[in-house]
T-cell receptor, first 112, second 111 residues
Framework: DAGITQSPRHKVTETGTPVTLRCHQT?????MYWYRQDPGHGLRLIHY???????DKGEVSDGYSVSRSKTEDFLLTLESATSSQTSVYFC???????????FGQGTRLTVV | ELKVEQNPLFLSMQEGKNYTIYCNYS?????LYWYRQDPGKSLESLFV???NGAVKQEGRLMASLDTKARLSTLHITAAVHDLSATYFC???????????WGAGTKLIIKP
């Protein structure tokens, strides 16, 4: 299995609080992605990174920020959590575009 | 707007039958990926299709890509219960680092 770990795996937080999710990889892959998965929407890209300190927005980036200060870590921050951000969050890594992306186990976030 | 459409979105079938899931996309691309997801689990890569006419097979699953028609198919042969899952296709956007995902096809195979 690809070395990719998400933490925490489950979190319940209150509306208005900041939340940070962590994705850690041991594969030295260049590309890292944060997705959210909601029923009926498939996967939607929040932010992605193509190198250390190189990040860009995906289709649903509002309310989220990311940082990548090291190759192995990609952090997703919900600046002020809202109930609409209740979701399952997946991190993915990819070495190059000719191969598949590997996914973490997911983080189930509930905002109450 | 870039779109990836899968159909059907839900499929219930009997063991032993054959069926096909379709993935249509609206942008030019020569890279397409198929993934499987079991309930409550992460996504697992099934196939990577990298050129027009690409065909990949693994067990009872076969995937193909027609870039001119902007269509990929995932064919299931003689379905078995263990293939019950949700199947996603994703399309690579040329010149970009992103994938656009279909909504998924939930497949239930009844014994």
């Amino acid at each position: 299995d690809a070395g990719i770990t998400q933490s925490p795996r489950h979190k319940v937080t209150e509306t208005g609080t900041p939340v940070t999710l962590r994705c850690h990889q041991t594969e030295n892959h260049r590309y890292m992605y944060w997705y959210r998965q909601d029923p009926g929407h498939g996967l939607r890209l929040i932010h992605y990174s193509y190198g250390v300190k190189d990040t860009d927005k995906g289709e649903v980036s509002d309310g989220y920020s990311v940082s990548r200060s090291k190759t192995e870590d990609f952090l997703l921050t919900l600046e002020s959590a809202t109930s609409s951000q209740t979701s399952v969050y997946f991190c993915a890594i990819n070495g190059n575009r000719n191969t598949e992306a590997f996914f973490g186990q997911g983080t189930r976030l509930t905002v109450v | 707007e870039l779109k990836v459409e899968q159909n059907p979105l839900f499929l219930s079938m009997q063991e032993g039958k054959n069926y096909t899931i379709y993935c249509n996309y609206s942008t030019t691309s020569d890279r397409l990926y198929w993934y499987r997801q079991d309930p409550g689990k992460s996504l697992e890569s099934l196939f990577v299709l990298l050129s027009n006419g690409a065909v990949k097979q693994e067990g009872r699953l076969m995937a193909s890509l027609d870039t001119k028609a902007r269509l990929s198919t995932l064919h299931i042969t003689a379905a078995v219960h263990d293939l019950s899952a949700t199947y996603f296709c994703a399309v690579d956007i040329p010149g970009n680092y992103q994938l656009i995902w279909g909504a998924g096809t939930k497949l239930i195979i009844k014994p």
